[in-house]
């Protein structure tokens, strides 16, 4: 007796990531308490890191120098000019604050890398000024004017380098080779960007930036099928700031089985909610319009110059779905969107049964665990009922609910608005004093200074929680 399979196979058809170097989290948690460098560590970094080009070029000079004959006067004066022009350039471009321009030829940036990191150590290991009275967006632009966007920017593009890199050499099938070329402009809202190929095809994106503070990589289709996922997950798991930011997992049934007539059916019996509000749906099928010819009202006609009878044909034309059809359920702006498929048709196989399910998933309002792009059956299955048959296992991604927090004057001040009519009714009209309006209020709150008997959504200050911690005390004791 065969015994059915637990888990049927499943792959990750998209995958995008973004990630942060170690320095610029650090600079994020620097604008979140509300830090700030001072002008003058500024100063001294850029000095020193100055100082370390101009170092390198008098000593590539003195080796220039012992290696010229001593009586070659036009050499010696050539290497001296050099040098000149060099300490020149050097210290305008440092000025401009232009020095860490990104070349566009190549990715080749490791020398201007660790400059930048020396640069940035300097400036983040000197004494901080902290002003939690300026809000998070100006404390952090405030961090990326300060420190310079182009110093930045080299960090986040010494990461891209090496990502691409092993792409070559850890994370990719056998039979495929890597390649990047830059691109113009970014994208994404990124300063700088790559397309990546893989065997010459077109197989993602990847882009970095300095105000950004940190780096993006998106595969599709010929992306993933050249990654070797599980070496991936492994190699990236413990990447600092590292989050999926949309995976595409699918199910390919190529006998059919689970048709688009199926799916519907399923959709009628209530498979597709998953317990919050109805989905939305759009079905859509594709196709030609194709001429039939329908023999019927045969009629013998008699011409007027005594031919003989015609029979004649009416033409129609008929839709005909030889393109497929496709269900959507859900929605890219909800953050899950299941699409099923006749995914043979779609590629040009009139009679295939091939049908693709499908789903995308974004973590706008989801945060999207890292192992599933190496157990994509089991969190695809978790999805909708409907797909219970792909995995016994099953990893539900929880949605997160934003609940935004107030502070106690503006929960007064929304109370007042939204209660102050009803209050005066029960003044003018039920008759009732003031010490009866409110015991009608708190009547059934049995620890009113408990936390749990304030507004959920209200957000305590530290001497606010440390004031209802005694209260919380003093009535326990």
Known sequence: MKTKPTKIPCL???????????????IKEMAKIGACIKGELIVKAKDAALNRELAKLENTKNKELLGTNA????EYEAIL???????????????????????????????????ARYELRDMLKGELEVDTGI???????????????????????????????RLNH?????????????????????????????????AG???????????????????????DMT???????????????????????YAGKHSIKRALTKAKKGQFNSGGRPACYMYVESGHLTEKMLKENFKDLKEISNESTKSTAKKTFGFIPSKGKTLYIGSRESGKLLRIYEKGKQLGDMKSKWVRWEVELHSSQRVI??????????????????????????????????????????????????????????????????????????????????????????????????????QEQAAAA
Not at 71 to 74: D, G, I, L, Q, T
Not at 140 to 165: Q, S, T, Y
Not at 174 to 202: C, H, M
Not at 406 to 418: D, F, G, H, L, R
Request: charged residues 25%; aromatic residues 8%.
């Open 81 to 115: 000019t050099r040098y000149k022009d060099s300490c020149s350039t050097i210290t305008r471009e440092y000025n401009n604050r232009r020095h860490k321009d990104l070349p566009l030829k190549s990715l080749a940036l490791s020398d201007n890398e660790v400059a």
């Open 231 to 253: 070496r991936l997950y492994e190699e990236i798991k413990n990447i600092p700031a590292l989050k999926i930011t949309r995976i595409d997992l699918a199910h390919d049934d």
């Open 369 to 470: 665990p890292l192992d599933a792009m190496v157990k994509p059956s089991e969190y695809l299955a978790a999805t909708y009922p409907a797909l219970a048959f792909l995995s016994v296992e099953q990893c539900k991604i929880k949605t997160l609910v934003k609940q935004a927090t107030m502070t106690i004057e503006k929960i007064v001040e929304n109370q007042v608005i939204s209660t102050r009519k009803a209050i005066n009714m029960m003044r003018v009209i039920c008759g009732l004093s003031d010490s009866e309006i409110v015991e009608k209020f708190v009547k059934d709150i049995e620890e009113p200074d408990c936390r749990s008997s304030m507004p959920k959504r209200l957000k305590a200050s530290v001497i606010e929680e440390w004031v209802l911690q005694q």
């Open 12 to 26: 990750v058809d998209a995958l995008s990531l973004t990630w942060s170097p170690q320095e610029l989290v650090k």
């Open 170 to 202: 850890v994370f990719n099938q056998e039979t495929y080779i890597w390649t990047v070329k830059n691109n113009p402009t970014g994208r994404f809202n990124y300063s700088y960007s790559a397309t990546l190929y893989a065997d010459g095809e077109q």
């Open 205 to 227: 994106v990847i882009c970095w930036g300095g105000k950004n503070l940190g780096c993006y990589v998106s595969f599709m289709g010929t992306g993933c099928n050249a990654l």
């Open 135 to 165: 809000k998070y967006g100006d404390r952090l632009n405030n961090l990326l004017e300060n420190i310079g966007v182009d110093l930045l920017d080299v960090l986040g593009c010494g990461e891209v380098e090496r990502f691409v890199c």
């Open 71 to 74: 009586f070659n006067a036009h």
